[in-house]
């Protein structure tokens, strides 16, 4: 996180949902950071209002509505259920006021076509709450990738296993719930700003393996991008083998991360030869030939720290004129990928728990 300065004029902000999104990851974060000012909450629980009031001296009102329409607040942050983003984002933006939104942003990509239009009409600014492109793994790949190590990159592929049985509201699809809309819009996200070229086309499976719920517990997406090269995902809590890594591959060499180091297995082309091509019957009938390259291995660790978080850009957009990292029209291009996939019917293949087979 950049170092925080001293400020005259801190953003006013107003939280819209004081769960886990809202308390846990957005109050969080603005806590002790002098640069924005809590000076509005809403929550259908008023023991949550009472404690942002205890802690921040801010006021608290009974609705969403009244906060947005009335709140001396400049950025809304919009912590609420995902069905609700769209219509408050739109009520914020109408009240002048700049809009940060929880992912998923919208329900789907005409709600997010809208939202877009009400920010621009209001000349106000459409935060999509997408961090993970702040993460330190994220700026450690990027690294990788400008560095040209690898050579050109051809596929990006990650992986993340586990198993935990939900039973919330988030595992409707109703309610945008979901592996999809809830870890893989992070991944696919930062995945399509490293690689950093249109979608072409994709291949997405999804699983209800284990939630309560009927949405996906399971998901495999594979992403072709018209550069050629492939996004590969796979997220489950569904999987009894607890896995996380990301593979990269380039035509000049491989890389397998863990979270804590890369490993890099590359070489110079310049210093290889180039393999002629023999069609003539193999000696002794037997296949393969003699050719080494000039192999090197590289272990790179993962930096603690980054130049900045989501925050920072906020900040730096609304007061200092900043350009955003997060585009709008960025997400969009993710959300339509997204409807696509979601129109395909979910394959459930949840036991029959409690019952004799």
Not at 56 to 77: H, N, Q, R, W
Not at 100 to 128: G, T, Y
Not at 161 to 174: E, H, I, M, V, Y
């Amino acid at each position: 996180m950049a170092k925080k300065k001293t400020v005259k004029r801190p953003i006013k902000v107003g939280v819209l949902g004081l769960g886990r999104a809202g308390w846990d990851i957005h109050v969080g974060r603005l806590r002790n950071d002098d640069r924005f000012q809590i000076v509005a909450v809403s929550d259908g629980l008023e023991e949550r209002c009472k404690q942002a009031e205890a802690e921040f001296g801010c006021k608290s009102y009974k609705t969403f509505k009244e906060l947005i329409e009335t709140s001396k607040a400049e950025l809304i942050v919009n912590a609420t259920p995902s069905q609700f983003h769209g219509p408050l984002s739109i009520a914020a933006f109408k009240a002048g006021k700049h809009v940060l939104v929880e992912k998923p942003c919208a329900m789907d990509a005409p709600e997010l076509r809208k939202m877009i239009a009400a920010s621009k009409k209001a000349s106000k600014k459409l935060f999509c709450h997408h961090n993970y492109r702040f993460n330190k793994e994220v700026k450690h790949f990027k690294d990788i990738f400008e560095s040209g190590i690898l050579g050109e990159i051809f596929e990006f592929r990650m992986q993340f296993n586990g198993f935990g049985r939900r039973n919330d509201w988030q595992t409707l699809k109703k309610n945008n719930g979901g592996l999809l809309n809830n870890h893989g819009t992070h991944h696919v996200d930062y995945a399509l700003y490293l690689l950093d070229s249109p979608i072409k086309d994709y291949f997405c499976d999804l699983k209800l393996v284990a939630d309560s719920g009927n949405a996906e517990d399971h998901m495999k997406l594979v992403v072709r991008l018209k550069s050629g090269a492939l996004i590969d995902v796979e997220i489950s809590t569904s999987a009894n083998v607890p896995t996380r890594y990301w593979h990269i591959l380039g035509n000049c060499g491989s890389a397998h991360c863990d979270g804590t180091e890369t490993i890099i297995n590359y070489f110079d082309p310049k210093k290889a030869k180039e393999l002629p091509l023999v069609l003539t019957p193999p000696v002794g009938r037997k296949y393969g030939n003699d050719d080494k390259l000039p192999w090197k291995t590289k272990t790179i660790p993962i930096k603690s720290k980054t130049p900045g978080d989501f925050y920072d850009n906020v900040y730096e957009v609304i007061r200092e004129r900043g350009k955003m990292v997060v585009t709008p029209e960025s997400v969009l291009d993710l959300t339509k990928l997204f409807d696509a996939c979601k129109k395909q019917k979910i394959h459930n293949v949840r036991p029959a728990y409690g019952k004799k087979k």
